[in-house]
């Protein structure tokens, strides 16, 4: 199986390089004999396009899940913020030791409203990916956003935050921060707060890495984003002593945003514009926003307290057991 | 202490760390701790009771949980049938109630034999339950933290424990209650990362396992040089995580006092509540 | 930008960083800010105010605070009628009111021509009266810090402004009024160690000097190299200790966005009281 | 003027090591006219003891003040906390970067009473006061006290602070770890106490180093201690360009006890065993323990917001200056 969303897009890539080329030369071409044939091709290889696309979407099994939402085109937070959202500016540092790139935030407007908005940044490119570590967050990224949600509470801002990290920063500069207590301090706060907390999971729901910034009272979560207690690889390694077992581990996972849905972890699954949100990213972002706007209208009816108790008992319900 | 857990059988028994000859009535007098070296070797969970609280005092709660197998998980009803033979336990975590020197205290221990101390749906709702007790019944809460971290065979249900457990600690922190975590060898990833790690004080066993990402992991991430110690109570204690490194043998001694001294603005409520 | 404080006098300036000769017309629209290198040069309390709030809208607070010389210090009563003389001001610090594109905020603008902003009794009241202004009056509380650190002059009645103003941040916090601090060149010692550190928002100027100890001091104390841009604004960006360094040029439109969004649940309240 | 306070007590450490030495020589002496020669020699060399004592003592100015409070012999903190609480169970680290030993903390009980107790604990020999960082504490020593702090609101504990510190740590790792962010946290922190908070300046109470952890209801402060915005040595090196001058500069600060309980800027001067706290620690303690817990049962008569407010208009009034 395909070990990237690259190599599994393949087909789908190289009838989209060949559209490109096609439509430049019709662009170029005089004659209009030759022109209208060229266009036709365009058609022709476009339709092929959307029945590949067709194919590869309605077949994505769980690994092609776990592709796509690390595909590299995928829109981030910042482009979501771009989107969504007005007057956004962002505050650095966990007055601490240090300023993480993995994660941004900072105030914004919401259709007027003041928000506090936060989530895991990837990169676009090598250099940019290295900036941003891969989006795996040091203790400093867990203190910065602790920080944001604070301040969030005193001056009674709604806080949004995105999840979009493979997982949490190993290193051993993090262990001897306290990852662990960072990690866990984070949600703690945000079990603290009594102003409304909306998560959306948009990638990659890695682990103690995700659930750091998603201890929320709504977590909505795109249609091929992921969330997973493990990477798929690292299960495999555990389980089979193969990590490239990888799409079985995927699939024993039920990492997927139905299967998330269907156990009651997360609150909304939002669809994306067909083939993926990057495909879309406007429609994606409106989507995106439209429920953001729903889940804070129905905390909003509830006052600070509630809200702190609702979130409580939302995480309170989870896990599944029998009494005997 | 019990010899039923005794880690080889007849009168002797071999130090796990280095590896010297220990007589083995002596080894559990020493609560397991070996009288060459001071390795602290693993307790199951009722000789960490036996070693810890005040004889006689504990008593189990929540016992009739049940873990299931919600995501049909490869294996996992199997190794779950196989842990709860091998332990006599029913999952990973025992809650009770207990008294340390006179003083109640609610309980979580985790026991490392069953499946790696891993947290599940049952271990994560009753470190919830011992917490929220902690609350109910206005007394100090106290963990005993020995687990490999989340249990990779409930998926998310895991990972949501790690959120649930950490609300119940910050129940506590809200309504005053003392919460009391003992890092015990090994105490790592989502159990490390989730309600041990925001504890208000958290005591460690010398030389006790504790890390967020498998030490190998870790060292490969990255280019700093870990220290010999890496991922031990004593890193963790200079790294500014843990507030003691304590011996076995002084543990209910150093919790009796701690317990006393941060739980006791609990009593008068204690008393009106009855 | 009023001409009243130019550096030199005539139709050019020499900038104190690269040494350019800049067109004095030029500097002053640019904000004292250097065309070639971007140096940003420290400002006149006056200069401040012009360039960063609403056009007539700062109305000055508290004019009628005078320093006296409590310890008798050596010389500090001729070198304060000096400084007075100088720069026209009673003393280091000028609170008021203003606003930031239409937005009500309380204001204590620090002045390092007045005796290197060092902070006494009388600057530590302003700083102080204006946070307790904000949370009286219901709105954001923006300082710009331009100082050495405490008045050594005043003794131990300095070291205790830096409680005093600490403490009102702290009735800010607990009553929501946003505080957003604005280190520009030099912002030291005692003044950071004190409100100046504890802003919910904080602001740098480019290249400002921000320390605790004299620079000679740290690396004196320690084996650790200090890097290049040691106890610069950019420096204690990348620490995390500030928020964003932001040109003068768009330091109004900045604090603006921030004042709004963070003050924004204040309007309510407001209204109600009038 | 001597520099240190062995060099300034000179005189009189050479007559107690004289009169150690005959008391020796008396002891071994089995002669009994001999011995007693010897041990009227010994009260004769007593005598005169006192009077270059008293004559010390009695004449001592602002700068002998200095030299009293950095006295090597002096009690330091964990002496007052073994002699005036029980139960002392020591507390580490920021849960950030590390431990500061510099400072020193955690629960104790004070006559069967639970309190925090905190201070800077300072070294007897080099190794300790390497160990100790000369009680200068870095960044994570104020995110410790902070802890500790919190802990205490959280459980109802008073607090109780002993200070006795140069100056915070003024090197470069501790400013890229926000050393006066540290400082400033820990007053803030303080400040939002509801319990009562008792400090005792028992030592040097330098500058930024010493106000950190001395946001309290009362402050206290040991005759021979001083308390200072600056070290007079760097003072004079500012005023005069010349560190040598620290005696005058002592004189103008007003660093001593006296001074600052006539500034009212510390609510209680108390006194110390005749020649230093380190000639009787058990009566210094004793004194100490009487005004600390005199001061609480003041405090104990006040509610929670009652004893915030309280802390807060004491610091609100400090400040001398006139209005025109
Ligand atoms: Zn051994
Ligand atoms: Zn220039």
Same mark, same amino acid.
């Given at each position: 199986?395909?070990?990237?969303?690259?190599?599994?897009?393949?087909?789908?890539?190289?009838?989209?390089?060949?559209?490109?080329?096609?439509?430049?030369?019709?662009?170029?071409?005089?004659?209009?004999?030759?022109?209208?044939?060229?266009?036709?091709?365009?058609?022709?290889?476009?339709?092929?396009?959307?029945?590949?696309?067709?194919?590869?979407?309605?077949?994505?099994?769980?690994w092609?899940?776990?592709?796509?939402?690390?595909?590299?085109?995928?829109?981030?937070?910042?482009?979501?913020?771009?989107?969504?959202?007005?007057?956004?500016?962002?505050?650095?540092?966990?007055r601490?030791?240090?300023?993480?790139?993995?994660?941004?935030?900072g105030?914004?407007?919401?259709?007027?409203?003041?928000?506090?908005?936060?989530?895991?940044?990837?990169?676009?490119?090598?250099?940019?990916?290295?900036?941003?570590?891969?989006?795996?967050?040091? =203790? +400093?990224?867990?203190?910065? #956003?602790? $920080?944001?949600?604070?301040? *969030?509470?005193?001056?009674?801002?709604?806080? %949004?935050?995105?999840?979009?990290t493979?997982?949490?920063?190993?290193?051993?500069?993090?262990?001897?921060?306290?990852?662990?207590?960072?990690?866990?301090?984070s949600?703690?706060v945000?079990?603290?707060?009594?102003?409304?907390?909306?998560?959306?999971?948009?990638?990659?729901?890695?682990?103690?890495?995700a659930?750091?910034i998603?201890?929320?009272?709504?977590?909505?979560?795109?249609?091929?984003?992921?969330?997973?207690?493990?990477?798929?690889?690292?299960?495999?390694?555990?389980?089979?002593?193969?990590?490239a077992?990888?799409?079985?581990?995927?699939?024993?996972?039920?990492?997927?945003?139905?299967?998330a849905?269907?156990?009651?972890?997360?609150?909304?699954?939002? =669809? +994306?514009?067909?083939?993926? #949100?990057? $495909?879309?990213?406007?429609? *994606?972002?409106?989507?995106?926003?439209?429920? %953001?706007?729903?889940?804070?209208?129905?905390l909003?009816?509830?006052?600070?307290?509630?809200?702190?108790?609702?979130?409580?008992?939302?995480?309170?319900?989870?896990?599944?057991?029998?009494?005997? | 202490?019990?010899?039923?857990?005794?880690?080889?059988?007849?009168?002797?028994?071999?130090?796990?760390?280095?590896r010297?000859?220990?007589?083995?009535?002596?080894?559990?007098?020493?609560?397991?701790?070996?009288g060459?070296?001071?390795?602290?070797?693993?307790?199951?969970?009722?000789?960490r009771?036996?070693a810890?609280?005040?004889?006689?005092?504990?008593?189990?709660?929540?016992?009739?949980?049940?873990?299931?197998?919600?995501?049909e998980?490869?294996e996992?009803?199997?190794?779950?049938?196989?842990?709860?033979?091998?332990?006599?336990?029913?999952?990973?975590?025992?809650?009770?109630?207990?008294?340390?020197?006179?003083?109640r205290?609610?309980?979580?221990?985790?026991?490392?034999?069953?499946?790696?101390?891993?947290m599940?749906?049952?271990?994560?709702?009753?470190?919830?339950?011992?917490?929220?007790?902690?609350?109910?019944?206005?007394?100090p809460v106290?963990?005993?933290?020995?687990?490999?971290g989340?249990?990779?065979?409930?998926?998310?249900?895991?990972?949501?424990?790690?959120?649930?457990?950490?609300?119940?600690?910050?129940?506590?922190?809200?309504?005053?209650?003392?919460?009391?975590?003992?890092?015990?060898?090994?105490?790592?990833?989502?159990?490390l990362?989730?309600?041990?790690?925001?504890?208000?004080?958290?005591?460690?066993?010398?030389?006790?396992l504790?890390?967020?990402?498998?030490?190998r992991?870790?060292?490969?991430?990255?280019?700093?040089?870990?220290?010999?110690?890496?991922?031990?109570?004593?890193?963790?204690?200079?790294?500014?995580?843990?507030?003691?490194?304590?011996?076995?043998?002084?543990?209910?001694d150093?919790?009796?006092?701690?317990?006393?001294?941060l739980?006791?603005h609990?009593?008068?409520?204690?008393?009106?509540?009855?």
């Amino acid at each position: 199986m395909a070990k990237t969303w690259k190599e599994w897009m393949k087909p789908l890539l190289e009838l989209e390089e060949l559209i490109e080329k096609l439509r430049a030369a019709a662009a170029k071409e005089t004659d209009p004999v030759e022109h209208e044939r060229l266009e036709a091709k365009v058609h022709d290889f476009e339709r092929r396009r959307d029945a590949v696309l067709n194919v590869m979407i309605t077949r994505m099994g769980p690994w092609e899940e776990v592709l796509m939402a690390r595909a590299e085109p995928r829109p981030y937070t910042l482009d979501y913020v771009d989107a969504m959202f007005t007057e956004f500016t962002e505050l650095a540092g966990d007055r601490r030791v240090g300023d993480d790139k993995a994660v941004v935030g900072g105030p914004a407007r919401l259709d007027e409203r003041p928000v506090m908005v936060l989530g895991h940044q990837k990169g676009r490119n090598l250099q940019e990916r290295t900036f941003r570590n891969f989006a795996m967050c040091k =203790p +400093e990224g867990y203190r910065k #956003a602790i $920080r944001l949600f604070e301040m *969030a509470e005193r001056f009674r801002m709604p806080v %949004v935050t995105f999840v979009d990290t493979p997982a949490a920063d190993p290193g051993v500069e993090s262990e001897s921060r306290g990852i662990s207590e960072a990690i866990a301090d984070s949600m703690r706060v945000m079990f603290s707060l009594t102003v409304p907390v909306v998560s959306v999971v948009i990638g990659e729901g890695g682990s103690g890495g995700a659930i750091g910034i998603a201890a929320a009272n709504e977590v909505l979560m795109q249609e091929h984003a992921i969330y997973s207690v493990i990477p798929p690889e690292g299960c495999a390694a555990i389980l089979w002593r193969d990590p490239a077992k990888g799409p079985q581990a995927a699939a024993a996972l039920r990492l997927t945003a139905r299967s998330a849905g269907e156990l009651g972890l997360v609150d909304r699954v939002l =669809p +994306e514009p067909f083939g993926g #949100a990057h $495909r879309d990213p406007v429609e *994606a972002a409106d989507t995106v926003k439209r429920a %953001v706007l729903e889940s804070l209208a129905a905390l909003d009816r509830m006052g600070p307290n509630e809200v702190k108790r609702h979130r409580y008992d939302r995480f309170r319900r989870m896990g599944v057991y029998e009494t005997v | 202490m019990s010899m039923g857990q005794s880690p080889t059988p007849g009168r002797f028994v071999q130090c796990a760390n280095c590896r010297k000859t220990l007589f083995l009535a002596e080894f559990l007098r020493d609560l397991k701790v070996c009288g060459h070296c001071g390795h602290h070797h693993r307790l199951t969970w009722q000789e960490r009771v036996e070693a810890t609280f005040d004889p006689g005092t504990f008593e189990e709660t929540d016992t009739g949980l049940r873990s299931v197998d919600p995501l049909e998980f490869p294996e996992y009803r199997e190794k779950h049938v196989a842990a709860m033979a091998k332990t006599g336990m029913a999952d990973s975590v025992v809650g009770g109630r207990a008294r340390i020197e006179g003083r109640r205290v609610s309980v979580a221990v985790a026991d490392f034999h069953f499946m790696g101390g891993s947290m599940g749906s049952v271990a994560g709702e009753k470190v919830t339950r011992a917490l929220e007790r902690g609350c109910d019944e206005l007394m100090p809460v106290v963990a005993f933290c020995a687990s490999g971290g989340a249990r990779m065979q409930e998926g998310l249900l895991s990972l949501m424990q790690m959120a649930k457990t950490t609300a119940a600690v910050e129940r506590c922190r809200s309504e005053g209650v003392p919460f009391i975590a003992v890092f015990t060898d090994p105490t790592m990833a989502g159990v490390l990362a989730s309600y041990a790690s925001v504890a208000d004080v958290i005591l460690a066993e010398p030389r006790a396992l504790v890390g967020f990402a498998g030490a190998r992991v870790s060292k490969q991430a990255q280019v700093v040089k870990a220290p010999d110690d890496f991922q031990t109570a004593e890193f963790c204690l200079r790294a500014g995580m843990v507030d003691a490194i304590v011996h076995r043998r002084e543990l209910r001694d150093h919790l009796g006092r701690l317990v006393g001294a941060l739980g006791a603005h609990l009593a008068p409520k204690e008393a009106l509540v009855g």
